[in-house]
Structures are given as structure tokens and as C-alpha cells.
């Protein structure tokens, strides 16, 4: 089973700044793998797939790049709608696997 | 527009079954693979389950293995999830995911508002 790790836990920015989203796989995953955000008692959104695609009516100001084991998601400009859950998930093999999550708070 | 709703969670018994539903419309149902995804209460996302498009493959995460059974009626535009020998550690909230047409261990582009499973005496 392929590890997700996803750093920080926790990034504390205030609208209008950029964050930058860490997530590292225990082995290669090619370029198979997403990114979801959650809010509170809601279900996840799909924001980015295949490490670098945008999902259907993302805005632009979200960006994924990376491959092999290590993938960033960049917002570029925070807004107050973004401050929320992240979860990296790849799709390489069975089983596919997500990653721990990243809260990003309002600071 | 996509929709996807859950129904037939709820408290069970520890040992008991339970039968999830998902009923989907805006889409060709058959034309994708099918998941079902959890969240246990404060905690991540766990994949539970997949089902290819004419249910003929099945994949399912370690620990519901011969517990848990994955199936679909494309008539009814339905995806199913039955549950048994329920364990505390299955509470959560189970949600219904498409995965894209063409993929198949895919990521997900839809998904349902989730319906909550609680395992407890």
C-alpha cells in the first residue's frame, strides 16, 4: 500500500496570501494523483486530478504540479472560501490511498 | 446535473448488517466505475470499494474483505454497499463516488452528501 504524507498538518495564512500544500508518496505514483478539498459536513470536492489537471469550474488561482513522489498544491491568492481541508489521493495501484490531510485556518 | 444520494444509514449493533444505497442520476450510470469512500467521525478519507461498470470486478480495501459486498443495478441507476459483521471501527459516514468514464482505480469527480453508520451497543 502506497503512504500518502501530507505537510503541514495545519497552515495558519490570512486571504490574499499564497500557500503552498505539500504531499509525498512512499513510492512513485507517476502523475496519478488528485487533490480534494473539504469543508466542514460536507462531502470532498475534486480540485485537481493527475497532479496537474483542474477539475470541472475550479478557479484558476488553484495549481498542482509534481510527479513521481512529491506533488504541491499552490492557491495563489487565498480567498475566504479556501480555508479548509486538503487531501492528496493517488490512484497508481490497488488499494488507492489519500493522504492525511492539511487544514488550512485563517490566521 | 450529477446527483448522488445515500441512504440507509443509522445505528447498528455491533455484529450486525447494514445495507447502504446510492441513487444517482444526471449521468450514464454504466458507463463509469463506481465507489464507495468513508470518514470516520474527526478523522481522513478511506477508500472502501470499487465496482467496474458491468459489476463484473470488485475491489475492496483490506479490512471490510469478506465483510463488506460492493454491487450495482444499472437498471435502476443504483449502487449498493452491504455491510456486515460491523465493527466500532466501521462507524462513519460512508460516501458514494464516481469515478470518471475511462478510469478505473480513478479519482473521484462526484460525490454524495454521505449518510452516517454507527456501530455501537
Known amino acids: 500500500e502506497i503512504v500518502l504524507t501530507q505537510s503541514p498538518a495545519t497552515l495558519s495564512l490570512s486571504p490574499g496570501e499564497r500557500a503552498t500544500l505539500s504531499c509525498r508518496a512512499s513510492q512513485s505514483v507517476s502523475s496519478y494523483l488528485a487533490w480534494y478539498q473539504q469543508k466542514p459536513g460536507q462531502a470532498p470536492k475534486l480540485l485537481i486530478y493527475?497532479?496537474?489537471h483542474r477539475a470541472t469550474g475550479i478557479p484558476a488561482r488553484f495549481s498542482g504540479s509534481g510527479s513521481g513522489t512529491d506533488f504541491t498544491l499552490t492557491i495563489s491568492s487565498l480567498e475566504p472560501e479556501d480555508f479548509a481541508v486538503y487531501y492528496c489521493q493517488h490512484r497508481s495501484n490497488w488499494p488507492p490511498t489519500f493522504g492525511q490531510g492539511t487544514r488550512l485556518e485563517i490566521k | 446535473e450529477v446527483q448522488l444520494v445515500e441512504s440507509g444509514g443509522g445505528l447498528v449493533q455491533p455484529g450486525g448488517s447494514l445495507r447502504l444505497s446510492c441513487a444517482v442520476s444526471g449521468f450514464t450510470f454504466s458507463n463509469h466505475w463506481m465507489s464507495w469512500v468513508r470518514q470516520a467521525p474527526g478523522k481522513g478519507l478511506e477508500w472502501v470499494a470499487n465496482?467496474?461498470?458491468?459489476?463484473?470486478?470488485?475491489y475492496y480495501v483490506d479490512s471490510v474483505k469478506a465483510r463488506f459486498t460492493i454491487s450495482r443495478d444499472n437498471a435502476k441507476d443504483s449502487l449498493y454497499l452491504q455491510m456486515s459483521s460491523l465493527r466500532a471501527d466501521d462507524t462513519a459516514v460512508y460516501y458514494c463516488a464516481r469515478v470518471p468514464a475511462g478510469a478505473v482505480a480513478g479519482h473521484f469527480d462526484y460525490w454524495g452528501q454521505g449518510t452516517l453508520v454507527t456501530v455501537s451497543s
Open positions: 465496482i467496474k461498470k458491468d459489476g463484473s470486478e470488485k
Open positions: 493527475d497532479a496537474s
